[in-house]
Structure formats: C-alpha cells, structure tokens
C-alpha cells in the first residue's frame, strides 16, 4: 500500500485529493498547522480513514520527523497562505510559508529520502500581468501580489531542486478551481453564499470588487485527478491545468442569481474596498500539454460548477434556516 501525505488536507484541495487517494488504495495521511481550534469541516467523512498529524511549513524539525516516521512515497504540498487580499496585509508571513515552505519541504526530501515523489501547487496567480494569452507553461510569470510572488519563488525553487539533485519533483499550475468545499473568503463562493442568503432572505445584497475580472475557473474534483497523474509520469515535468475557458465575475453571478430566479443587477454591489492594490485582469489556460501528456480532461462545465456551488449553499443555508 502506497503512502500519500498532504500538506493542507483540510482545505479544499486537500479533501477531494484524500478522497482520491483512497479510492485508489493509498495510505494517506494529512498533515494540519497547529492552532487552538483545527477546522476538519472538509474532511469529517474522512477521518477514520486517514491520519492526521500536527506540523508546520515554517518548522524544517515537523517535516523531517513527519517524513521519517510515516515514510511517504508520494507527497502533495498543497499548504500555503493562499487568499490573494491577506499576503498584502502580511506578506512577510505569506512569503514564509507559501515560498520558503516549499524549500524546507524539498530539503526534508533530499535529506530523508530522495526518492519521495513530490507535488508543488502553483499557480495561474504566478502569470498576473500576463505576458500572452493564451497562458502555457513556457509563458513568462509577472505575479501582481505577494502571493503570486512567493508562488513563483516555490515553482522554481521545485524545478531547481528537481534539476539540482534528480528529485522527482513536479510542479502543476492550476487555474482557479472552485467546489462547494471552497473558502468563504474567495469571490466564487462568496457569491454562491451570498446568492443562497438573498433567496432565503437572510441578506439584501451582495458587495464585490471589479465584476470585469475574468479568470479560467474549473471544478476542484477534476484538478486533484491532474495532480495525481502528474505523478505518475515516467519523468517529472510542469504541467498547466485549467479548462482553457475565460468568464468574468459578472458572468459568475448572472449564472448565480439567475438559477434562483433573480437579477443580479438588484442586489450586487460594486464596493471598492474589495478591489486589488494591483488587479489580475484575464487569465486562461493553454492546457494543451497535460491534455496530450496526461490524458486530463476537465469533466464539469462552468455552468455545471456555477450551479452546484449555489445549489449547495441553498441548502446548508437552508437546513440551518429550519432548525
């Protein structure tokens, strides 16, 4: 039985890369930070399946007795400070975890066992301000927040370590990808909550930055299967993962406010408090490579994932609204 440890298993990302990973007869175990309270929200169903165990990208002792005691074959560094609006309110710690995380976790590797497989989480936030549209892997990166930048720095660092020392280590950029699973804080289920709370009348509107905003957004059970294949390659490479589609927020909330019955033009509010320091305008994939390469295809339209998103808030929302 093979052995999978994820960084960030309780996130989005991590959740539906657990499930995977145990449909296919893995081991996995999951590693969580430290705090007082530990959200397992995402992966209740999962926990007498897995283990998880308590360690930390900014703490190079937790990684290398993590891997020496649970001896993993393949590893997916999913962990980061990774909502764009807080690494500019503290990029120091965004820079800390999200980029130099990513070098302790390769020199954990290195030191303990070098023929672990690893899986870097970049991201499409890595091309910014972008140099060419379509975005592919040899497209040059322009990050325009903290995030991105440390982004970059860990994407590299994982190529140099791969180059340097033959670590089988690869890096998959993702494009936005979205769930019911996914973060309050993050503009897609922002508006799929916010949407719910207006058809329930539990609010009265929706606040949100540049509705002109334009991103590749897929489904995050599809992304998981990518990062899973990239592993399995004969050699390590990079790899752009996204749908190849481009929508706005706009879009995004017609779609919302539209499967309820609603007008998204009665309740959406522009408010300028939500606007970037420095704003990402249009990205899409070019995912050619990983379609040819791995055989990946994305299996849930945009539509599809606008829909399931306000469906599942409809009903949280509304199981907690009969109680």
Not at 13 to 39: C, F, I, P, Q, W
Not at 145 to 159: E, L
Request: charge should be negative; proline fraction near 4%; aromatic fraction near 12%.
């Amino acid at each position: 039985m093979p052995t999978a440890l994820i960084t960030g298993i309780t996130g989005q990302d991590g959740s539906y890369l657990a499930e995977l990973l145990l449909s296919k007869g893995y081991r996995v175990v999951g590693m969580a930070r430290r705090a007082s309270t530990v959200t397992y929200e995402r992966i209740q169903h999962l926990l007498d399946d897995i283990t998880v165990i308590q360690g930390d990208l900014t703490d190079q002792g937790s990684l290398l007795s993590m891997f020496e005691e649970y001896e993993p074959t393949e590893v997916y560094n999913l962990a980061a400070q990774s909502f764009v609006p807080t690494s500019w309110n503290q990029p120091a710690l965004t820079g800390d975890v999200t980029a130099l995380g990513v070098t302790r976790m390769l020199e954990a590797i290195r030191f303990v066992n070098p023929k672990i497989k690893f899986y870097q989480a970049s991201s499409s936030e890595m091309f910014g301000k972008v140099m060419e549209v379509p975005q592919k892997e040899t497209t040059p990166f322009y990050p325009r927040s903290p995030y991105g930048v440390a982004k970059v720095y860990g994407h590299w660092i994982t190529v140099n370590y791969r180059e340097s020392f033959d670590l089988f280590a690869v890096s998959g950029i993702l494009f936005n990808h979205e769930s019911p699973r996914r973060g309050l804080e993050f503009v897609t289920r922002k508006i799929s909550d916010g949407v719910a709370r207006i058809k329930l009348g539990l609010a009265k509107e929706l606040r949100l930055g540049n509705l002109e905003s334009r991103r590749d957004w897929g489904f995050a059970g599809d992304y998981v299967k990518a990062m899973w294949m990239m592993l399995q390659q004969e050699r390590p490479d990079n790899f752009v993962i996204g749908t190849g589609e481009t929508h706005s927020v706009r879009e995004f909330c017609e779609i919302a406010f539209g499967h309820v019955g609603l007008d998204y033009n009665d309740f959406v509010i522009q408010d300028e408090r939500f606007y970037r320091p420095a704003e990402v305008d249009l990205l899409v994939s070019d995912p050619d490579k990983a379609y040819k390469m791995l055989g990946w295809r994305p299996t849930i339209r945009f539509q599809e994932l606008v829909i399931m998103m306000v469906e599942a808030d409809m009903e949280r929302l509304g199981d907690r609204n009969n109680r």
